[in-house]
C-alpha cells in the first residue's frame, strides 16, 4: 500500500492507493491563506498539520496499517525560512505574492531577461522565489541571521516525514535560483538573492527513496513496519506522470487555470514565448504553457451572464450551437481582459457559451503548437468533464483527446514514485477523434 500526498496552494489531499493503484481511501481539507498589507502569506505549520492529519486518517479508516513507500507532489514556488529545529521563523510567501516587483525589475536590469530566461528556463517575473527571496534578504535580514534553511513545500514536508530537507529538479527548476542545464544553484543568482548555496535543499531526481519514515511520525499516523519517504515533485508535473505523460503526448491540466505539459529534450524556445522549461529527470526536460484563467472564465460567464446555473446546464447550452459559435468569438484570459466580440441580434446565449468552449480550445492548441506539437491530449481536471468541451478540443486542435478517468492526478503521481512505477498510470475513461461533430 502506499500514500501520495497532494499539497495545493489552499488545500492538502491525501490518498492510500493500492498496489494496483485502487483507491482505498482519501482525505482532502482545506487551509486559508494570509492577506497581509498586500501581501499573501501561508502557514507552513498549516502544510504539516494537514498531512499528518490526512495520514491518520487514511491508515484508521482503511485499517492498513502497512504503507510501503510515501511521496509528496505539492505547490511550487513558495518559500518559508526555518531554523536547525524545522520550526518556521516567518509565514511562508506564497507564489501568489507579488511584493517583489522592483527586486524583479532589478534582476532584468543586472542580468537580462534572455540570460536569466537561458539559465533557468523561466521568465524574469515577480511571481518566481528568486526576486521574493531578494526581498526576504533587503527587509527581514534579522530573521535571515537566524535561517538554517530557506525551504520550498515539497523539501518542508520531506524534512517532517523523514528528516531530511532535500527536493527535487522541478520545485528546484520553479525557483528561478536553479540552472536546470547544469543541474545546480546557480552563483550568481544566488549572489543577487543575498543567500549562499547551503542555506537552500540538495536537489535529487524524482523517485529517490530519501530515507525512513521518522518514528515519531509513524506513531502518530499509526503506520507500523518500515516505510519510505520517496522524492516527489512539484504538483502538475506529478499530475503530468499521474496522467501518463510520455514523448508523444501532451497533458492537459483542465482546470481553474490550466496547464499543458510536454515531456522530451531541451527545445531552443523563444525567450518571448509563453513557455517555462524544467529539468524532469537526469535525461529529459519538461516544457509547460499555463494559461490562467480557462475554468475560472466558465465560472465567471455562470455567475455573471447566467444567474449561476450548472456547469452541466452550460454544456446542453452549448449542444445548442455549432461550430464557430455563429461568429461570436470570446477572448477568455480574463487575468488580462477577455474580450466578447462578433455578437448580433441573433446571438443566443449558447453561441456566447459554444465561443467561450472554442476560445479556450484554441489557446491549448496554440500552446500545444508552441511546445513543439503532440499525437495525444491527456486531458484531466474539472473541465475534463465537459464531454462537449473535450470534443470541441479535439476537433479545433486536430488531435486525439484522451478524457482520464479520474480528475486528481497528483496524488496519483506521487503514488507511482512511491511505488517505484508499480502503479500504473490513469486509465482513459474516453478517446475523442478530431472528426466528431462539435
Not at 494559461?291 to 466558465?298: E, F
Request: glycine letters at 10%; a negative charge; hydrophobic letters at 40%.
Amino acid at each position: 500500500m502506499y500514500i501520495g500526498i497532494d499539497l495545493g496552494t489552499t488545500g492538502a489531499k491525501t490518498v492510500l492507493f493500492s498496489s494496483d493503484g485502487r483507491v482505498l481511501c482519501e482525505y482532502n481539507k482545506e487551509y486559508e491563506l494570509i492577506f497581509k498589507d498586500g501581501f499573501v502569506e501561508q502557514d507552513a505549520n498549516d502544510w504539516w498539520r494537514l498531512v499528518l492529519e490526512g495520514m491518520k486518517h487514511v491508515v484508521s479508516e482503511s485499517g492498513v496499517c502497512e504503507i510501503k513507500g510515501i511521496s509528496v507532489s505539492t505547490q511550487g514556488i513558495s518559500f518559508v525560512p526555518v531554523d536547525r529545529e524545522g520550526n518556521t521563523l516567518y509565514n511562508a510567501i506564497s507564489w501568489l505574492d507579488m511584493r517583489a516587483e522592483k527586486e524583479c525589475e532589478l534582476l532584468t536590469a543586472l542580468h537580462g531577461h534572455e540570460k536569466v530566461f537561458n539559465i533557468t528556463g523561466k521568465h524574469c517575473l515577480c511571481d518566481y522565489s528568486l526576486p521574493k527571496i531578494r526581498w526576504f534578504s533587503d527587509n527581514c535580514p534579522e530573521v535571515l541571521e537566524k535561517t538554517w534553511k530557506i525551504l520550498f513545500p515539497l523539501d518542508y514536508l520531506n524534512l517532517k516525514l523523514c528528516g531530511r530537507a532535500v527536493t527535487d529538479y522541478t520545485i528546484a527548476g520553479g525557483t528561478m535560483l536553479y540552472d536546470i542545464h547544469e543541474k545546480k544553484w546557480h552563483p550568481e543568482l544566488l549572489s543577487f538573492a543575498g543567500i549562499s548555496e547551503d542555506i537552500l535543499p540538495c536537489v535529487l531526481p524524482m523517485g529517490t527513496d530519501i530515507g525512513v519514515l521518522l518514528p515519531e511520525v509513524a506513531n502518530a499516523a499509526g503506520i507500523e513496519g518500515e516505510c519510505h519517504v520517496f522524492m516527489g515533485g512539484q504538483d502538475q508535473k506529478l499530475c503530468a506522470i499521474g496522467a501518463g505523460i510520455r514523448d508523444d503526448v501532451c497533458t492537459v491540466s483542465f482546470g481553474t487555470a490550466t496547464a499543458i505539459s510536454r515531456l522530451g529534450r531541451a527545445i531552443d524556445f523563444d525567450k518571448d514565448s509563453s513557455v517555462t522549461l524544467f529539468r524532469f529527470d537526469d535525461e529529459k526536460y519538461i516544457s509547460e504553457v499555463a494559461l490562467m484563467t480557462t475554468g475560472a472564465a466558465l465560472r465567471w460567464l455562470t455567475r455573471t451572464l447566467y444567474g449561476g446555473i450548472s456547469y452541466k446546464e452550460m454544456d446542453k447550452l452549448a449542444l445548442l450551437s455549432e461550430p464557430g459559435a455563429n461568429g461570436v468569438r470570446f477572448s477568455s484570459d480574463l487575468s488580462v481582459g477577455g474580450v466578447i466580440s462578433g455578437i448580433t441580434l441573433s446571438t443566443t446565449s449558447s453561441d456566447i457559451i459554444y465561443a467561450l468552449y472554442e476560445g479556450v480550445s484554441e489557446d491549448i492548441a496554440r500552446a500545444v503548437k508552441e511546445l513543439g506539437g503532440a499525437e495525444t491530449l491527456k486531458v484531466f481536471g474539472g473541465g475534463a468533464k465537459s464531454e462537449i468541451w473535450c470534443s470541441i478540443l479535439s476537433r479545433v486542435s486536430g488531435m486525439e483527446v484522451e478524457i482520464l478517468s479520474i480528475s486528481e492526478t497528483g496524488s496519483l503521481g506521487a503514488a507511482i514514485l512511491a511505488s517505484g512505477g508499480r502503479i500504473p498510470p490513469a486509465a482513459t475513461k474516453k478517446v475523442i477523434q478530431p472528426d466528431n461533430n462539435f
